[in-house]
């Protein structure tokens, strides 16, 4: 199959686009829900992780993902990117434009997860924590669903990551906060976001770079790519209504960062379906990711008292799940979707999409468990109460946010 130069010039769009929604999208709407003290510590963590899940994708990250290899992993044939050059191709695009674009994926699926560890964590667990994450548990289920893998091979549909970022982020995330303890004076004393408007930069960054993630995931310039971009789009307006209205309803004013808190949550829960629904799907989609989401963030801070700072699994974890589960009912092509895969029915698709999100949760779980014992030997993993009370900024960087 030649190089179509129309479907690589979307994707080298979609790829700077996937790069945006980290720097700066995510740091800036991480850095405006924290306190004024932590804004630089939450910046530093997020471009860090950039710089090392990049050189990380390349040694051996992209290898494990893409390589041919077994159900369960791919192989070391391309470590080093060994045999890529110009002339290399993945279906219609460059093979070095494919290890690019993925990288982007395996850039902003640990920076999420940095929002359920803000203001208390070592810098240096969290470089830890994201080469071993990468290699441990994003590799492997990058390979389980898009490189051939075993849930590939039952026909899961993932089609930007519900599974693939936003399962394994969301999990992984609650698990690291649950061994790292909460904050001081969670849950009744911690302080609001300290800077609103950062916060909706962000999201809006967020929701820009959300079409080269989806609409990208079609990796062609075509019909698929183009309705991905719609119902990515509806079903993040309609969970930021929905979120907005909740909070009008319950609190008598809907407020900026429940709003795009919302709109992420919708995005979040469109991304695993969004090249197989069409617009009814993403209506049906924004709806449940808006009010599920919602009712998450309470029972992850209330009822299982985990400090998920900024709400990673309320959000992308459930969101992600929920997602997911709902493809096998909304794909169907009477509401206007692409169709089940041949000889799937509904139920047997909901069985494949459920040992998926399961699968995958409880190997997030296990896998991060381990490596918070590996950093924890190595480096540590919280800072001192004197330490988080005088703010990350200065202690672990020298420097700080504001000076007013």
Not at 133 to 149: K, N
Not at 196 to 219: K, R
Not at 235 to 247: D, N, Y
Not at 267 to 274: G, H, N, V, Y
Request: charged share 10%; with cysteine.
């Amino acid at each position: 199959m030649p190089m179509n130069a129309a479907d690589t010039s979307w994707i080298l769009t979609s790829t700077a686009l996937v790069l945006l929604m980290t720097l700066p999208g995510l740091a800036l709407f991480y850095a405006g829900l924290v306190q004024a003290k932590n804004i630089l510590s939450v910046l530093m963590q997020c471009i860090s992780i950039a710089c090392f899940a990049s050189v990380t994708w390349v040694i051996c990250g992209y290898s494990l993902a893409f390589a041919e290899g077994n159900d369960w992993i791919g192989g070391l044939q391309k470590a080093m990117l060994l045999g890529i050059d110009k002339t290399s191709l993945t279906g219609t695009l460059p093979e070095a434009l494919f290890v690019m674009f993925q990288m982007t994926f395996a850039i902003i699926t640990p920076a999420l997860m940095v929002g359920a560890f803000v203001e208390r964590i070592k810098f240096s667990a969290v470089i830890v924590i994201t080469v071993l994450w990468l290699i441990l548990v994003y590799a492997p289920v990058t390979h389980w669903v898009w490189g051939g893998g075993w849930l590939a091979n039952m026909g899961v549909m993932d089609f930007a990551g519900g599974i693939v970022v936003h399962v394994t982020a969301g999990v992984s995330a609650a698990v690291i906060a649950l061994f790292l303890g909460a904050r001081q004076g969670f849950p009744q004393g911690v302080r609001p976001p300290h800077a609103p408007w950062m916060v909706m930069i962000g999201a809006s960054l967020l929701w820009v770079g959300w079409f080269g993630f989806n609409a990208g995931s079609a990796v062609s310039a075509g019909q698929d790519a183009a309705m991905a971009m719609l119902v990515t789009h509806m079903s993040a307006a309609i969970a930021s209504i929905v979120w907005l209205t909740i909070e009008w309803v319950k609190f008598g004013k809907p407020s900026l960062v429940g709003l795009v808190t919302g709109t992420i949550a919708g995005l979040a829960t469109i991304t695993p379906a969004s090249g197989f629904v069409g617009p009814t799907g993403a209506i049906i989609l924004g709806l449940a990711g808006g009010i599920i989401c919602y009712i998450a963030v309470d029972f992850v801070k209330s009822a299982l008292k985990i400090d998920d700072s900024l709400d990673v699994l309320a959000v992308h974890g459930v969101g992600g799940a929920t997602g997911t589960l709902l493809a096998a009912f909304l794909a169907v092509e009477s509401l206007g979707g692409a169709g089940l895969p041949d000889g799937a029915t509904t139920m047997s698709q909901f069985g494949v999409q459920a040992t998926g999100v399961i699968v995958t949760a409880i190997w997030s779980v296990v896998a991060t468990a381990v490596i918070v014992f590996i950093t924890r030997a190595l480096v540590g993993l919280r800072v001192s109460d004197d330490e988080e009370t005088e703010g990350l900024d200065f202690i672990q960087h020298g420097e700080t946010g504001y000076r007013l």
